[in-house]
Every structure is written in structure tokens, then in C-alpha cells.
């Protein structure tokens, strides 16, 4: 599938990212009203973040499936076309690199969409800025070093920042490690290859980090979502997330596996919008 986003190198935060638009132009203008409601504003631009390794093209089929919402992502350090980090980072330095992102771009606030990995740097932001933070959708994800493990095998597989920098073995281990457990296969002819420091930070980054003490500080609305196949992230983590969040709106699918958002793309943009349009 071709993209159909826009991509830019912007500095932020001391770092240069390669950021990814769709539907940028006239995101936040003024909509068509509704007969006797005046007039009605463009939803708030939806910030997505992929899983670990995941470069943006990877989320064109759900990017493409919202045409009438700004989308806003970027490539991690060392992932995709973003350059290698020069110092190791943390989930709130990315989360505080987000803000900084969404300042450059004149941006208020945006709903955020959090797949796996980038769900931990949405949890973080939702935190740190809560008053830029309108919805929260947290998909295939877990509260970070107090998540309970999935497959050991695909997970000791991770470990190994070689086995995914080269793209003919990087292509067979994430069709194990995207697809294990879904009864629906995963298109990776977008994936591209991390560098192995990029793979490296991002595993490090995760494992140092938790949003268990503040979960039950998030006011906002929050949709939890997993799939009964997730190897990676079993189900257990969707429950216990929604569990901590006060007032969460839990979503359970079944024979996704851990890209469940993927594989089934159509039912999960009919559940996205039915929350985020609420």
C-alpha cells in the first residue's frame, strides 16, 4: 500500500526527526454545521505511535482509513529515516520531544493513539500534559516494567538488536513477532529496517520504565484495546490497565494477535472512531 502521508526532517528537542502528516491541510478549520448547532470545528489532530521497531509507513492502513482527522507521527531515533540517537532516552524524553513537536507545529492539543511501544510514550505524555491531551486510545500495550510477560521465545528474540537490522531477517522475525498468535496475517512490506542502536534504545528505554503509580491520576478519557491472541502483550495487561485508569472504556478482540489494529483494520477504525467522535 502507498503512502499517502507527507515527510518532513524537523529539529526538536536537540534531536532531528522525520515527521509524518496526513491530511494535514485544513486540520482544525471550520466545518459544515449541523442544521440549528452553528458552526462546528475539525476533531483535534490524532497523534499515532507505533510499535517498537515500526517505522510510519507501517500505519498507513489506518492513517488512510481517517481522512477526515489531521494524523501526526514520527520515525523514533534510529527507526525508520530518523538518525540514531546520540544519547540513549528515556519514555518521558520522548514524551517531552512530542510537546516540543506539537509546539513547533503550532498545535494546542491532540487526541493520541498508542500501538505497543508508543503506547508507553502516549501514557507518559497524557501525564505530563494533561491539559494538552484530549482522548487516549491505548492499543496492544501495557503499563511498562509491571506488565505481565508474553511468548518467551519472541520475546528472547527481541533481545538480539541484530536480528532485526538487516531486512530479510528483520522481514522473517517480525512476521513472528507482529503476527504470532493472529489468525489474520500482517502485511510488512512497508517495515523497514532499524539500525541496531536504534532497536537497542527503544528496548532499554521501555524496560527502565512504568506508568503503574500514575494511571490512576489520568482523568481523560481512555479506551484500553487487546486482542485474546496478543503472544507479545498478553490480555492480561489490556485488563489491567483499564483496571487503574478510572473510568476506561475496555475493547477485546479476538485472532488479531498483538497487530490486531493491522490485521483487522476495518473493525478496529469503526471502534477508534465510534470513541474518539463520542
Known amino acids: 500500500m502507498a503512502t499517502t502521508a507527507s515527510f518532513s526532517m524537523i529539529g526538536v528537542a536537540g534531536r532531528r526527526l522525520r515527521v509524518g502528516q496526513w491530511h494535514a491541510q485544513g486540520g482544525g478549520a471550520i466545518q459544515p454545521a449541523a442544521p440549528g448547532n452553528g458552526a462546528q470545528r475539525a476533531p483535534r489532530p490524532l497523534v499515532i505511535l507505533g510499535g517498537i521497531g515500526m517505522n510510519m509507513e507501517m500505519l498507513e492502513p489506518i492513517a488512510s482509513r481517517l481522512p477526515h482527522r489531521r494524523i501526526l507521527s514520527f520515525d523514533m531515533p534510529g527507526i525508520g529515516q530518523s538518525p540514531d540517537p546520540i544519547f540513549p532516552y528515556t519514555i518521558p524524553h520522548m514524551a517531552l520531544t512530542l510537546a516540543a513537536l506539537l509546539d513547533r507545529l503550532r498545535i494546542d492539543s491532540v487526541d493520541l493513539l498508542g500501538i505497543s511501544w508508543g503506547g508507553a510514550v502516549v501514557q507518559q505524555f497524557a501525564f505530563q500534559h494533561r491539559a494538552r491531551t484530549g482522548k487516549l486510545v491505548l492499543a496492544a500495550t501495557s503499563a511498562g516494567g509491571t506488565m505481565i510477560p508474553g511468548n518467551t521465545s519472541i520475546l528472547s528474540q527481541m533481545l538480539d538488536p541484530m536480528e532485526y537490522s538487516v531486512e530479510k531477517t528483520m522481514r522473517r522475525n517480525l512476521a513472528m513477532f507482529y503476527n504470532?498468535?493472529?489468525?489474520?496475517?500482517?502485511s510488512l512490506n512497508?517495515?523497514?529496517?532499524?539500525?541496531?542502536?536504534?532497536?537497542?534504545c527503544q528496548l532499554a528505554a521501555f524496560a527502565?520504565?512504568?506508568?503503574?503509580?500514575?494511571?490512576?491520576?489520568?482523568?481523560?478519557?481512555?479506551?484500553?484495546?487487546?486482542?485474546?491472541?496478543?503472544?507479545?502483550?498478553?490480555?492480561?495487561?489490556?485488563?489491567?490497565?483499564?483496571?487503574?485508569?478510572?473510568?476506561?472504556?475496555?475493547?477485546?478482540?479476538?485472532?488479531?494477535?498483538?497487530?490486531?489494529?493491522?490485521?483487522?483494520?476495518?473493525?478496529?477504525?469503526?471502534?477508534?472512531?465510534?470513541?474518539?467522535?463520542?
Open 180 to 186: 504470532g498468535g493472529g489468525a489474520d496475517r500482517v
Open 208 to 278: 527502565a520504565w512504568s506508568s503503574a503509580p500514575f494511571l490512576p491520576l489520568l482523568g481523560m478519557p481512555v479506551l484500553v484495546m487487546g486482542d485474546a491472541d496478543d503472544q507479545l502483550i498478553p490480555p492480561a495487561n489490556a485488563h489491567f490497565l483499564h483496571n487503574a485508569i478510572p473510568g476506561s472504556k475496555l475493547e477485546m478482540t479476538e485472532g488479531g494477535g498483538h497487530l490486531f489494529m493491522l490485521a483487522q483494520p476495518d473493525a478496529f477504525i469503526a471502534r477508534l472512531t465510534e470513541f474518539l467522535d463520542a
Open 190 to 200: 512497508a517495515a523497514t529496517a532499524p539500525s541496531p542502536l536504534g532497536w537497542g
